[in-house]
């Protein structure tokens, strides 16, 4: 009977249970920079040599001691918003792509950027309320996640 529990609860959960959006439009989170390097204050490309997935997103890390510390804790290194731009998630409530190396590590959390066209958001997201763009963004992501 126990055994029997824990497989219907396993399969309960695997058809149940959402993963959020990521943005993985170039394969991987971060378009493959290492998410664990941004809390060292780098941008660093990761290597194909270290991958793993997580909540069915692909991580690439720059060294094998970057992807062990990620599998200790992943939930502490992925990206806000699932990767998408927080400036417009809190904006805009939008989904929109990243430029890897426009970042920002704040209470402990990574942020991503977009950055092209003279359009640098992580700019945009310091001149205001960063605080309050932080709970709109994060009431916003609430809203859009699942999408």
Request: proline share 2%; glycine share 6%; with cysteine.
């Amino acid at each position: 009977m126990k055994y029997l529990i824990v497989f219907l609860f396993a399969a309960w959960t695997q058809i149940y249970a959402q993963n959020i959006d990521y943005n993985t439009k170039d394969g991987f989170i971060a378009k493959g920079y290492d998410v664990v390097a941004y809390f060292d204050n780098k941008a660093l490309e990761g290597s194909e040599n270290f991958t793993t997935t997580y909540d069915g997103a692909q991580f690439r890390f720059s060294s094998k001691k970057n992807l062990n510390t990620f599998s200790t804790n992943p939930k502490a290194y992925i990206p806000q918003y699932g990767g998408y731009c927080a400036y417009a998630v809190a904006k805009d409530s939008n989904k929109v792509d990243i430029n890897p190396e426009t970042f920002e590590i704040r209470d402990g959390k990574l942020y991503l950027f977009y950055d092209a066209w003279f359009n640098n958001t992580l700019k945009k997201w310091r001149k205001n309320n960063v605080k309050g763009l932080q709970q709109k963004a994060d009431q916003n992501w609430e809203a859009i996640k699942f999408q």
